[in-house]
């Protein structure tokens, strides 16, 4: 070999070696620059889910703040504004520092300062006053400007700067999360974005600013199709012997049980919250139909009871829990899934308040259906009126509101004779003639009717300002009358066109089915009744 060889060879070697030191510096730096981007909110912050403009929660419950620090770092929050506050300090542990406010009114706007000896982090334009979580899937994720009249909307939210919103990012996660992974929409004054906020839960928000007349915050953490077993928790679920998915044999999905649990609803617990609001249950008649009318309480109960520990006690431990009865899907389907879902939501009572779903609400919107909606007619336009009747729910169980009629007419008594029905309400009922939207079940034995048994229609013969007579002579002898049903079909009625009504025309009747046997006390009687 040369000399003039090996000295090229040489430098060509340097050159590499140069080039791989500067490359391993280059590396460096963006590593170095990545960690200094990912920490840019400083090692002082708040959890992902506080925010400039958020609402917290107002006297007298407390709201709880909570975020990360330097570790063994002394943390004390205080409130600038109408009425200042100062907490006493914590201490930074496992890097996460959390203080429980004293009560505050409903107002603001507030300045909230997290301080530590160096550092300091703070949210402007805070305000106090209720805040709702907004959960279920895509009837509650369906957006403002989806909806009937959306352009209209979208200009009168400029007239409600003290309702304000919080969207929560679609994440899936196989252990419970101790905060959110993303935040789709920061908390944020009304502008352009109530445009991809869910339309339910800000109409909602809105009707209960114009009622109570304090800010309103909202929270919205839903996922399209998906059951009500993702949003459970492995103890609800359990309660309903239902097993948590097998994660080491298959990859997650969001219609998983429990994944959007650990990773949408669990990190919100340390939140104090007034209440919720619910829409769902479409996924479930496909899936675990039979199990809704367990799972669905169920997670009630353990949402309850998970956002009073996580909160230290703040929100209540039976907050309101308010809910939509499902819509509508397919026109002349006998498929019965939606009926039994609608039923199963209410755990097989017809009505809420029951003694199995306390201090819950619920909207009827089986007269809501919408055939030419573009997004599928199982996604309704006419998101108004769900959440006009989600309001008089709130107003009357969340609270307690004297003389707020929420729910429409719901069967007080049952007359039974060999030729007629006799149904008498609970309230005086609008009602307009029908020939098929109630029926009768036909039965030689006396046990449960089912699907699967002879329902024949019966005619509304006549009409009281309470009741209704039905004609139910199309029961062939030797056969008699063993149950009854009202509204029992997947699209019962058309727009608004449902036959009983309460007085006002305003709430429709709920569906119910009853069955003669086995006996259910003093509901359902066999004696002649009066003709109304």
Same mark, same amino acid.
């Given at each position: ?14 050159i590499?070696?140069?080039y791989l030191?500067?490359?391993?510096l280059?590396l460096?730096? &963006?590593f ?18 506080y925010?400039?403009?958020?609402v ?6 407390r ?17 600038s ?7 006493s ?5 496992k ?5 429980t406010l004293d009560p505050v ?17 703070t949210?402007t334009d805070v ?7 907004c959960g279920g899937?895509s009837?509650m994720y369906f ?9 209209e909307?979208?200009?009168?939210s400029?007239?409600y700067?003290h309702?304000r919103?919080f ?5 899936t996660g196989?252990?419970?999360?101790t905060?959110l992974i993303?935040?789709e929409l920061?908390w944020?004054v009304?502008?352009?974005n109530v445009a991809?906020?869910?339309a339910v839960c800000?109409?909602?928000?809105r009707h ?7 800010p309103?915050?909202l929270v919205?953490?839903c996922?399209g ?13 359990e309660?309903?012997?239902l097993k948590?998915t ?12 429990? &994944?959007?649990?650990?990773?949408m ?18 996924a479930?008649?496909?899936y ?7 799972s669905f ?8 009871m998970?956002?009073?520990q996580?909160s230290?006690y703040q929100?209540?431990p039976?907050?309101?829990f ?11 389907s006998t ?6 879902i609608?039923w199963?939501?209410?755990?097989d009572?017809g009505?809420v308040?029951n003694?199995?779903l306390k201090?819950?609400f ?5 007269d809501?259906p919408?055939q030419t ?6 996604h309704?336009?006419?998101?108004q009126? &769900?959440?006009y ?18 729910l429409?007419?719901?069967p007080k ?5 060999q030729t007629?029905?006799n ?5 005086k009922?609008?009602?307009?003639w029908?020939?098929?939207i109630?029926?009768v ?16 229609p ?5 009409r ?7 004609d139910?002579t ?10 009854v049903?009202?509204?029992w ?24 089915i009853f069955?003669?046997?086995?006996s259910?006390g003093?509901f359902?009687?066999t004696t002649?009744?009066?003709?109304p």
């Open positions: 070999m040369t000399a003039m060889t090996f000295l090229d060879r040489s430098v060509q070697l340097l590499h070696v140069g030191i500067g490359m391993a280059t460096c730096f &963006v170095v620059l990545y960690l200094s981007i990912a920490n840019s909110d400083g090692p002082l912050r708040f959890a992902s889910y925010g400039d403009h958020m917290l929660q107002k006297s007298p419950e709201a709880v703040l909570w975020g990360y620090g330097p570790e063994g770092a002394q943390v004390t929050v205080s409130l504004g109408p009425v200042p506050q100062n907490t300090a914590v201490n930074v542990t890097g996460i520092w959390r203080v009114d409903a107002g603001g706007p507030y300045n909230v300062t997290a301080a530590s000896e160096d550092y300091e982090a949210l305000l106090f006053g209720d805040v709702w979580l899937q009837n957006k403002t400007n989806q909806i009937f009249n959306a352009s909307e979208l200009v009168l400029a007239k700067p309702v919103t969207m929560v990012a679609l994440n196989e252990t419970e999360l905060d993303h935040v920061p944020s009304p502008k352009a991809e906020f869910s800000w109409l909602f928000g209960m600013y114009d009622i109570l007349k304090y309103i915050g919205e953490s996922w199709g998906t059951p009500v077993e993702a949003w459970s928790s492995s103890r609800a679920l309660h309903c012997g948590p097998n994660t080491m044999i298959q990859s997650l999905g969001p219609r998983d049980n429990s &994944v959007l649990w650990n990773a609803i669990h990190p919100l617990l340390n939140m104090t919250i007034y209440g919720a609001i619910w829409y769902q249950g479409e479930n008649v496909d675990h139909q039979d199990k809704y009318n367990c309480p169920a997670m009630i109960d353990d949402w309850r998970s956002f009073h996580g230290a929100t209540a039976d907050f309101p308010g809910f939509v009865q499902l819509s509508t899907y397919e026109k002349n498929y019965d899934g939606f009926p039994n609608r199963h939501q209410t755990a009572t009505f308040p003694p199995r201090k819950t619920m909207a009827v919107a089986l809501l919408d909606s573009p997004y599928g007619s199982i309704p336009r006419d998101k009126d &769900v959440a009747r989600l309001t008089l729910g709130a107003r009357a169980v969340a609270y307690e509101e004297e003389k707020v009629t929420f429409g007419p719901f008594h049952i007359l039974s004779a007629y029905i149904i008498t309400y609970d309230q009922v609008s009602v307009t029908s020939k098929d109630f029926e079940c036909c039965s030689n034995v006396t046990t449960p009717c089912e699907a699967s048994s002879l329902w024949v019966a005619l509304i013969q006549h009281g300002s309470d009741s209704v007579l039905l139910v199309k029961c062939p002898p030797p056969s008699e009358v063993a149950a049903r009202y509204a079909k997947d699209w019962p009625c058309d727009f608004k066109a449902c036959p009983i009504y309460s007085s006002s025309n305003i709430l429709p009747a709920p569906p119910f069955n003669r046997y086995p259910v003093n359902w009687k002649e009744p009066d003709l």
